[in-house]
């Protein structure tokens, strides 16, 4: 089944929304990107991520810049068999969950692991880089 949202495909995983991370490519500045692993239910906290990169602009690239970076199509993106091996952010409520579900690099593919193999495995720095989905921002 495809889901229409992120709750639907957590139900659909048997997870929980907070365990499905998505990963997010950001530009920091030409030729130069990150990833962030974001768990359901949160959106990127912009200025916390810029003063933990330590830079004043940060932006989204478009689908083919993104795709030109990673080798995968937007809704696709993952650390894992990526291009180039950007560096990995992973927000610091990953570390408190047991397992988590990330993209698998291809629609409808995620992989199921415990949170703290993820993190060691991606050599990912842990920041408090993000906020609820509800709190104003």
Do not use: C
């Not at 810049?65 to 894992?80: L, M, N, Q, S, V």
């Amino acid at each position: 089944e495809r889901p229409n949202s992120v709750e639907e495909s957590a139900a659909l995983q048997h997870i929980e929304v907070g365990e499905l991370l998505r990963t997010i490519v950001i530009r920091r500045g030409a030729d130069d990107y990150v990833f962030v692993l974001v768990p359901g239910g949160s959106h990127i906290d912009w200025p916390k991520l810029r003063a933990h990169l330590g830079v004043k602009r940060l932006s989204l690239p478009d689908e083919a810049e993104a795709k030109a970076a990673t080798g995968y199509e937007r809704g696709t993106i993952t650390p894992f068999g990526s291009e180039h091996a950007w560096p990995v952010i992973a927000d610091a409520r990953v570390t408190r969950l047991r397992r988590v579900a990330i993209g698998g690099g291809a629609r409808g593919v995620n992989l199921h692991m415990l949170a703290a193999d993820l993190v060691t495995h991606l050599d990912a720095e842990v920041a408090d880089v993000t906020r609820p989905a509800d709190s104003p921002g």
